[in-house]
């Protein structure tokens, strides 16, 4: 196996609104599809990564089939016409400011999909951080095994607190090759890119080498297999790409194996110690249910789960016709989600009512206290807990964390071919 990281062949639109081009990834805002409905006409009649997905507030009321068939069609489209313009061998140096006027730093280049294993029990260097929900691969498996294209949002952590890989790139933007500069759509802040190739590429190979330093890595992880690249956010997306390459694998030849581009999948890396990295919770809500008997079932089962001894973490059930605040002791805030979403699985087993997570304290509030709704708040995890929890134990549960608020995820922008 060479490089896990390596630069890539990304593409670009040409002279187009960037800000109709770039719009955030299709599993947010899931429970309020006049966000999309916004989006699209604003976007209509454009080049606009809008076309070229499927945003997941749209799932219950669609022909899936057609839309994957779309989105294909309209991938070549782009192609066929022109819409693209090449930076060879390249990795991208970007910078987003949040809209809190934070600045979050981040290296787009390609991870190879050999190295990662999103199984529970995997021991790979590129590890997921959340359980992936095997309903959700399925249409994304879909589209992709038909995609001329790739255009990401996955984010993926680096456990580099000494700085070595991205921040010399800061020091250096004004050396390399400006690529975009825009304020994002729907409150999503602004963004900034800058090539990376040549010899400033082969400094960052270097240095992203030093990350897989076995004394550091033995220091870190004892005799447990090492993480290297923990997932952020994107999770499902980059099991598609792994579930897409393991079906296409075997009918290539060796050769081919070692260079076809759909063994790889764009991404981009951020330092965990990057001062804009917050971890935000994903809370539970509940439609179509009774909010009194929900206060009284989650009091329960979640006060149960409760060793009664140690640290505390708060959970709360919010509804129309009430709040109540849960305790649980003695647990880590992964056994707290754990047992949240136990709870919430086995409730609708038992009383019906469908579930979604969603991102903002102040949208699962309001969500949780409309009719016949209800809401479970999570605590959020700290974000030094990551790396030594999945060394430990494995993937949080899913849905556990988001990186910041559901404006600040990653925005598609970039894109590779795939076929």
Known sequence: MGRVF????????????????????CDQFSSQPEYWAALEQQCEGVPSTLHLMLPEAYLERC??????????????RYLDEGVFRVLPESYVYVERTLQNGVLRRGLLGVLDLEAYDFAPDSTS????????????????????????LEMPHIMVFIDDPAGVVIPPLTEQKTALLPLYDFALSAGG??????????????????????????????????????????MG?????????????????????????????????????V?????????????????????????RAGAAALAAASTGAGAAHTVRLVTAVGEQRVELRGLSIGAVIGAAERFCQEYVARHGGRIDYVHNDDTALSLGQKPDSAALLLPKMEKAELFPSIVR???????????GKAEDKRYYLECRRIQ
């Open 6 to 25: 390596q630069r890539a062949e990304i593409l670009l639109p040409y002279d187009c609104d960037m800000t109709k081009w770039s719009v955030i990834a």
């Open 63 to 76: 022909d899936q089939l057609t839309e994957a068939q779309r989105i294909n069609t309209e991938m070549k």
């Open 125 to 148: 260097p590129v590890r997921a951080t959340e359980g992936t929900v095997e309903s959700r691969l399925p249409l994304r498996v879909r589209v992709r095994a038909g995609a001329a």
């Open 189 to 230: 802040g602004h963004i900034a890119g800058w090539q990376v190739s040549g010899a400033t590429a082969d400094a960052v190979d270097r240095a992203v080498d030093t990350l897989f330093d076995p004394a550091v890595l033995r220091e870190r992880c004892g005799d447990a297999a090492p993480v290297v690249f923990a």
């Open 233 to 269: 956010d994107g999770n499902h997306s980059l099991a598609t790409a792994k579930r897409c390459w393991e079906q296409l694998k075997p009918q290539l030849d060796a050769a081919e194996r070692e260079t076809h581009p759909a063994r790889y999948s764009l991404v981009e890396l």
């Open 271 to 295: 330092n965990i110690h990057d001062p804009a990295i917050t971890f935000e919770p994903i809370h539970r809500c509940i439609f179509e249910t009774d909010p009194t008997e929900f206060l």
């Open 393 to 403: 134990s494995g993937p949080f549960p899913k849905k556990s964390f988001s990186i």
